[in-house]
C-alpha cells in the first residue's frame, strides 16, 4: 500500500488499518477517536482502503472507493467531502462480512448494573437516538451499528464506534450535548443528512467489559405509544435476517441465536418521542429479575 497514508484504530474487539490516498479522513478519524486505545504495532483484523476509483478523480472531482480485505464492486463512490462516512462505512463492510468471534446482530446497545438493552429495527427506527440519549442517562453505550454476542458464553460484547445520526436525529441530539461531541454535517449522503457523535468516555474506557442481555426492543418510531409481546419464532426470524454472519456461523449461530431468543425477553416498542420511550424502557427495566 505504498502512497497510501495509513491509520490504525482498535475499537472493542477488532482493529482496524485505514489506508487513504487523501489525509483528511484520517486526520477526521484521529480526532474523533483520540480518546481510544492507541495501536503500536502493524497488526490488524481487517484493512479499509479509500481511493480513487480513476486517478485523475484523486484530484478532479475528487471520489472515494471504498475496499478492503472485504468489497462490494457495485458499491458507488462517495464525494471527498463524505469521506469520513466511506471510512465509517468501510469498517461496518468488514465486520460485517468477515466477523467470525461473535454473532453480529444489526443493533444499538446500553448497559446498566451489568446487563444489556438490545434494541434492533429498521433504518428510522430510532435505535440510534435511543441509545445515545440513554447514554447520556446513566446507561453505558456499548454500540450503534453491531451487537456482538459471544457463541460461548451468551455475553455481549461492547463494540463502540462513532454513533451515526440522521436527519431529525441530529438536531434532537444537538439540543442536549455539547459542539466538541459532534462530527462534521454531512449533508446530501445516500441515507440523507448524517452527523456522527463521539460516545461518552465511560463507554471507551470500559469498551472490553461485556454484559448480560437482559432485554432486547423493536422500537417504532412515530406511532402511538404502545408496548407488545412478541412469539419466539417472530423474534428468531427477525434476528437472523438482522444477523450478517448468522449463516457463516452456521450451527455456531444457530445454537448463539436459539438460547438468546430463549432466554431474553422482547418487546415490540412504538413511540413519538425520546421522553415517551425513555418512560416505558426504565418501567419494563424495573420489572427485570
Known sequence: MNGLNHL???????????ASSWQEPLDQLASLYKTYPASYDDYADFTVRLEPEKPWRRFVRPSVHISGDYWLPDAAPLPLSQSLLAAEMGMNLQMALGWRRH??????????DGK???????????K????????????????????????DTGMVHSFPRLISLK??????????????????MMKGTPKGDIRHII????????????????LLLFPRFGYDPVLRDMGKSEVFVRLTQASTNYV???????????RFVDTVPTKAMDYQSGEQAEEMIDSLWSKLP
Open 116 to 126: 444489556a438493552l438490545l434494541m434492533t429495527g429498521l433504518s428510522g427506527s430510532g
Open 128 to 151: 440510534s437516538t435511543l441509545s445515545a440519549m440513554l447514554a447520556e442517562k446513566g446507561w453505558r453505550f456499548m454500540g450503534d451499528e453491531f451487537a456482538l454476542l459471544n457463541p
Open 167 to 184: 436527519n431529525e436525529a441530529i438536531a434532537a441530539m444537538q439540543a442536549i450535548l455539547p459542539i466538541n461531541r459532534f462530527g462534521p
Open 199 to 214: 460516545p461518552p468516555l465511560n463507554a471507551v474506557n470500559r469498551m472490553k467489559e461485556t454484559a448480560k442481555p437482559a
Open 103 to 112: 454473532l453480529l446482530l444489526h443493533a444499538s446497545s446500553v448497559e446498566k
Open 8 to 18: 490504525f484504530l482498535t475499537v472493542g474487539p477488532a482493529r482496524f488499518r485505514l
Open 248 to 258: 457463516a456461523l452456521g450451527e455456531t449461530g444457530f445454537r448463539a441465536l436459539t
